[in-house]
């Protein structure tokens, strides 16, 4: 049964036993504008929580995309260095980023649950 | 097929010379689309042929390079000039960049052959008047920013600031240090931090206080023995003299760090100003910015470095020195050059913009360029008293030789600072700097320089005027489809960055692709 | 004075709107001990008229390239420019514009760099080129360290064929950015052989194609062994002219290009500015330095053009920008393109060829000096003749005579004595037969 997460940088996670899949949230791609390019992290590289992963670039920016959680890249989005617009079109399902093996599912409580990141990002209008 | 596509396909070379057309602004094809094999604009004698003495490394095969007679390539050039707004054209109030006149005596001086046509590895003997000029235009530098030393060749100010961050590294590195970090406030321009990180630095950002300068408190809290330096711009980004510049050198200098001081905006204080009084160990200057060299679509630029006696001998070769005999070039780190960080460029530096700057600078005198620099602040303090009824300046005047505005004036219109600036295009203008600095929201920042009469500030003022009250009436639609009366409408910069072509290729080639 | 528009009725009604009554009001911001009391210790305001004789009389101290019989090279060229080129690039137009942040009204610049871009990949048989760098010295730096970025090691291995000005920039840059450099001897007979040196730290070989010493060498082989080695090969043109006749490095497996683009529409002006240029591969193209111009169309479906890749740079990307680079040699690059625009396919080949068959009649007549020597066995325009004696005081000695002969090697070598018998001679489509004559039989004087 998987479970959605946020951060407060706007990143989701969609739990699965140890694996986690991340990408960037709705309101995330909506900040940026039209996404040109993505730049993935190589397969087997291991991140820490909160370690840059991946960087999304629109026209006139860049942002870092950071691990929500430490774990093993074991799978990329490749489709997107086709077709970054999935990004804008359906950032928290198509326009997923990268595959993670969790090493400390622990790390998951800290992260918001989907009605705590609503109310963050009613927050900042 | 794509809209884009269908309006690709409709320029062949058969229809393109009237189609699109609008009186004097004509549509030009690309050279590689006017192509006739063996056509040529030069006429060079015919080569005997024969035997080579290349090693069979002869090219085999076509370059593909289109051939033009000498009428087609002036016209096609000069059709292109018509779709460029320049200086020559009319303001361009562009926030640090110091958009000033580019005087054509220089153009003329640069190129007399005495100076155009030497080479630089001749012997000094033969080019004591270009060594000359070099050590005349220092002379300058050193005295109007007060300070002793300086390296003449960066090739421009980022260029400049590599040379600055490079000489401190050294300074440390000579006291047996070696520190990490390099501060550098929010609202600096890029290339700041971008020069700390490419010698290692880790970039720390130092906060603006509500009036827009360096928090002296926070930065004397950050200080510590792994800071290497600080690079500050000032006047600031903002267009605000960072008034606290000596208490701040001598905070830094306490902690053993360096001053670099990022001379893009000295326009504001030649003749009046010395940074070198007030405690700074290092400063580009930009040629291009302050001292009139042309800007020529993007460079090339000029960034000589005034330095403190500190970092003086890390100065990058060559040097240009006088001894009994005359001037000579010291090209290796040899005796009083052993400590220089070396060679950062080929040659000797940007002699070609040596030559306009030092005309530019000997044209004005002492006298002109404080007249320059004061007409350069009344200029900017002009527009921001006729349009701080309509626009939201972020900080209470007076400013220095640039003003900023934030994008607050638009709030609820549905207007961008972005949009804003294309309507501007159609009055007649080319828009001033946005969404710089990054410290407000939505920033405009606009640099008339020292050059522009009180009518044409004046028309300025009316347009943005216009546009302001415009844009409050609600009529956000306008805004969004300009400009309309430019060579070209808004550019879908989204394809172009994600399915980039950055040349020309044969069409069956590109079909292939 | 004559380039201020304001005049005093005008700065009075000013500073009335403004509210203050002196321009020195507005300096309030300014500590008032900062503040100048005196004008600087400089001379005053000069008309055209005085400035003109002051740098005229400059300029006549020098001897200029064109006035004798001149015979330099060594990274930068003398070469015909037709008439066209310098009064197309001083348009106010180009002259004046600025970078094209403002797409719409800067198509000139941006159509014309797409041009130059394309020109440049063309010629150096590359798939993509930017818009041009400082010079070619800081466009092998710039290679450099886009080899470090993208096979993520930090060695490059400098062939003895690399101009020492170009390797000691890339020294400099490798001391502050953190990576170390094999700088491999000065080779004048060309049997260098940097893929001996290979090993797993290598991001880069550099070589220069024609070399330092004149010699060309096909590096296809090379290109396969730092492939193998998972290192890149990088191959610098200092003399462009070259390509006209020359296999081109994209044909041998190169994976980037730096260059030296001045020998096309621009003066030798005593070294600066000059005009780096930089190709590579389309996958290697996020990694590029320096701006980019890309096709793209606007809003009324026409083709136009603009600065793109914008996120590799430092005014979005800041401190993890791929260079601190932000002016490009725009200008230059204009100059390069007309003046290429004008020669085309048939003209480049043609002027290639005569640059060519100079050196070689240059050659023909220099091997007949007594005790001379040319120690290469292929050139281009440029090649190492060695000398019975110390080629610095013969150059010396004929510049006092009215010739400059060429570069001494001990010019660019100095802490290398086997160097200094070595003089290195170009000849290009300006160069007479009758100069070639006197340079050859002043050289037999002064070697006498």
């Known amino acids: 049964m998987a479970t959605m997460k946020y951060t407060d940088s706007h990143e989701w996670v969609r739990v699965d036993g140890d694996e986690a899949t991340v ?81 400390n599912p622990a790390e998951l409580d800290a992260l918001l649950d989907p009605g705590a990141y609503r109310k963050l990002v009613e927050g900042l209008h | 097929m794509s809209d884009w596509s269908k309006a690709l396909a409709g320029f062949t070379p058969e ?34 042929g024969g035997a080579d003495r290349l090693g069979s490394l002869r090219r085999n095969g076509p370059i593909g390079l289109p051939g033009l007679s000498e009428p087609q390539v002036i016209r096609h050039y000069t059709r292109l000039s018509h779709k460029n707004y320049s200086i020559d054209t009319g303001l361009f109030p562009l926030g640090s960049c110091t958009m000033k006149h580019n005087p054509r005596l220089n153009e003329k001086l640069a190129r007399l052959p005495g100076f155009a046509d030497i080479h630089p590895l001749q012997p000094n003997a033969t080019v004591q008047g270009a060594l000359e000029l070099i ?89 510590g023995p792994d800071i290497a330096a600080i690079m500050l711009t000032s006047p600031n980004t903002c267009g605000l003299f960072e008034d606290e510049m000596r208490e701040i050198a001598d905070a830094v200098h306490a902690a053993g760090a360096y001053f670099y001081l990022d001379g893009a905006n000295f326009n504001a204080l030649v003749g009046r100003v010395r940074p070198g009084d007030l405690g700074i160990d290092a400063m580009h200057i930009n040629l291009h910015k302050t001292f009139s060299t042309p800007h020529g679509g993007g460079g090339p630029g000029s960034g000589p470095v005034v330095l403190a006696q500190s970092l003086a001998p890390y100065a990058p070769l060559p040097w240009v020195v006088h001894d009994g005999a005359g001037f000579r070039l010291v090209e290796q780190p040899d005796g009083a050059a052993a400590a220089s960080i070396g060679r950062i460029k080929g040659f000797h530096g940007q002699m070609g913009m040596f030559v306009r700057a030092l005309a ?26 006729s349009l701080a009824d309509v626009m939201t300046p972020s900080f209470p005047g007076p400013a220095m030789h640039e003003v900023l505005f934030d994008d607050h004036f638009l709030a609820d219109t549905g207007v961008t600072t972005l949009d804003f600036c294309k309507a501007l295009i159609d009055e007649g203008f080319h828009p001033m700097t946005m969404y710089f600095p990054l410290i407000v929201h939505g920033a405009l920042l606009v ?67 | 004075m004559r380039y201020l528009s304001l005049t005093d009725p005008d700065r009075r009604a000013m500073l009335a709107a403004i509210g203050v009554g002196r321009i020195e009001d507005l300096y309030r911001g300014v500590p008032a001990d900062a503040l100048l009391a005196e004008p600087l210790d400089l001379p005053h305001a000069m008309g055209e008229i005085e400035v003109e004789r002051a740098l005229a009389r400059l300029a006549l101290r020098n001897v200029p390239a064109g006035s004798v019989p001149s015979f330099l090279g060594a990274g930068a060229y003398r070469h015909h420019l037709p008439a066209a080129v310098d009064y197309l690039v001083q348009r106010g137009e180009f002259l004046t514009s600025y970078t094209p942040y403002q797409p719409e009204i800067a198509q000139g610049t941006l159509q014309a760099l797409f041009e130059f871009q394309t020109q440049v990949a063309l010629i150096t048989g590359m798939d993509v080129a930017n818009a041009s760098l400082y010079d070619g010295a800081t466009a092998t730096a710039e290679a450099a360290m886009m080899a470090n970025r993208l096979t993520r090691r930090k060695k490059a291995i400098l062939a003895g064929s690399l101009h020492p000005h170009y390797a000691e920039t890339v020294a400099t840059y490798a001391r502050f950015n953190g990576f170390a450099v094999d700088q491999r001897p000065p080779a004048p007979a060309g049997d260098d052989n940097p893929a001996a040196r290979l090993d797993a730290e290598t991001a880069c070989v550099i070589v220069q194609n024609p070399g330092v010493f004149g010699q060309l060498r096909d590096y296809s082989a090379l290109a396969e062994a730092c492939h193998r080695a998972g290192a890149l090969l990088v191959v610098v043109v200092a003399e462009v002219v070259s390509l006209g006749l020359v296999k081109p490095p994209g044909a041998m497996g190169a994976d980037i290009v730096a260059g030296e683009g001045q020998s096309l529409g621009n003066a030798i002006g005593f070294g600066g500015p000059h005009l780096g240029l930089f190709a590579t591969s389309d996958r290697n193209v996020r990694q590029m330095p320096g701006r980019l111009t890309g096709e793209t169309h606007d809003a009324e479906g026409r083709r136009g053009y603009v ?31 007309v003046h290429l625009a004008l020669l085309g396919e048939a003209g480049f080949e043609r002027l290639a060829a005569l640059n060519h068959e100079a050196a070689m009649a240059l050659a023909e ?51 290398r004595p086997e160097l200094a018998d070595l003089l290195l001679v170009a000849a290009t489509e300006l160069n007479t037969t009758a100069e070639m004559d006197a340079l050859a039989a002043a050289l037999t004087e002064a070697v006498r």
């Open chain 2, 360 to 385: 530019f600078m000997m044209s004005h005198g002492a006298d002109g360029l404080r007249a320059a620099s004061g007409d350069a602040v009344l200029n900017a303090n002009y527009v921001l008293a």
């Open chain 3, 307 to 337: 600065l793109t890749l914008s996120t590799r740079e430092q005014h979005i990307r800041r401190e993890k920008a791929t260079s601190n680079i932000c002016t490009n040699s725009g200008l230059c690059a204009l100059a390069f393109a």
């Open chain 1, 23 to 103: 990408g960037i949230t709705d309101y995330a791609q909506t900040q940026l504008g039209d996404v040109v390019h993505v730049e993935l992290p190589e397969l087997g590289r291991r991140v820490d929580k909160g370690a840059e992963a991946a960087v999304v670039d629109s026209v006139k920016a860049a942002s870092e995309v950071y691990a929500p959680l430490s774990g093993e890249v074991i799978a990329v989005n490749d489709a997107l260095n086709d077709d970054p617009a999935r990004v804008n079109s359906d950032a928290e399902g198509a326009g997923w980023f990268f595959k993670l093996r969790l090493a």
């Open chain 2, 135 to 223: 050590d005349m235009l220092a002379h300058w530098l050193k005295t109007m920013t007060g300070m002793p030393a300086v390296a003449m060749p960066p090739a421009a100010g980022a260029h400049g600031e590599l040379c600055g961050i490079m000489s401190i590294q050294a300074a440390l590195a000579a006291r047996g240090e070696r520190r990490g970090r390099v501060l550098v406030p929010e609202s600096a321009h890029g290339t700041n931090p971008a020069t700390a990180a490419t010698c290692g630095y880790a970039v720390q950002s130092i906060h603006a206080n509500a009036r827009g300068r360096v928090d002296l408190a926070a930065l004397k809290a950050t200080l």
């Open chain 2, 15 to 48: 229809n393109a010379g009237g189609a699109g057309n609008r009186g004097l602004e004509i549509e030009e094809l690309l050279l590689f689309e006017q192509d006739a094999p063996g056509r040529c604009g030069v006429d060079l004698p015919a080569p005997k």
């Open chain 2, 447 to 513: 640099e008339p320089t020292e050059n522009e009469s009180k009518a044409g500030l004046d028309r300025f003022i009316a347009a943005m005027r216009g546009l302001a009250a415009r844009a409050k009436s609600g009529d956000a639609d306008f805004f969004h489809g300009a400009p309309r009366l430019a060579p070209r409408r808004r550019l879908d910069e989204t394809t172009a960055a994600r399915k980039p072509i950055l040349r020309w290729r044969t069409p069956a080639k590109a079909a292939a692709e």
């Open chain 3, 365 to 415: 007549r220099l091997s007949r000096v007594p005790g001379a020597a040319i120690v290469n066995d292929t050139f281009f325009n440029e090649f190492a003749l060695r000398l019975p004696r110390p080629a610095g005081a013969v150059v010396d000695a004929l510049a006092a005579r009215g010739i400059l002969a060429g570069v001494p090697a001990s010019r660019l070598w100095p802490g």
